[in-house]
């Protein structure tokens, strides 16, 4: 298997524009988070999906911030309007319900630069 | 809330010796995991090691070992002749509930680890 994919791995862009990340889960995984990892914050959790469903959203900062999931093999989180203090590592991680302990598997992460 | 604290920023370990990291958690939950993930240069998040709350043996796989106390909720990571390839990020986190209640990881903050030659 592939693992997660996560695209693209480096993003650079001017505040005010959007942002759209992309994540591919491991086949057949039924959970999906989203995390991000600043210097100040650490790893922190952004929102998770359970059979492409949003089941906890708490962690999202704010209204700029969506994530979808339309299918079981496709996931984005978007920033509109992007912010320099939106510039983090974001990781997409994927699980399945009852395989190894629901082990979360992650993406390489994508670096966001808001200039 | 659950917190995971990891009092280390920094450690530095010598080729082929023993290096021990830090964690601490707050839970008033009974069932959990805990897990030690690993994060080199490259930024790919690596699962070490992973401890169910209700087992008493200490996990290990190969030179990595945790030390387990749970009333002291403690949960340290014990590298045992540390090779330049363990140079990396230790994130601690904990994970609450069985059976898929809850999916959330809880990471702390980190200890760089440095392996000098």
Redesign the interface.
Known sequence: DAGVIQSPRHEVTEMGQEVTLRCKPISGHD?L?W?RQTMMR????LI?F?NNVPI?DSGMPEDRFSAKMPNASFSTLKIQPSEPRDSA?Y?C?S?L??FS????F?G??T?LTVL | AQTVTQSQPEMSVQEAETVTLSCTYDTSESDYYLFWYKQPPSRQMILVIRQEAYKQQNATENRFSVNFQKAAKSFSLKISDSQLGDAAMYFCAYRGGYGGATNKLIFGTGTLLAVQP
């Not at chain 1, 650490?42 to 959790?45: A, K, M, N, S, V």
């Not at chain 1, 302990?101 to 979360?104: A, K, L, M, R, V």
């Open positions: 959970y988070f995390y650490g790893l922190e959790l998770y359970n906890d590592v990781f991680a699980s319900q009852g302990y629901n082990e979360q992650f390489p992460g670096r």
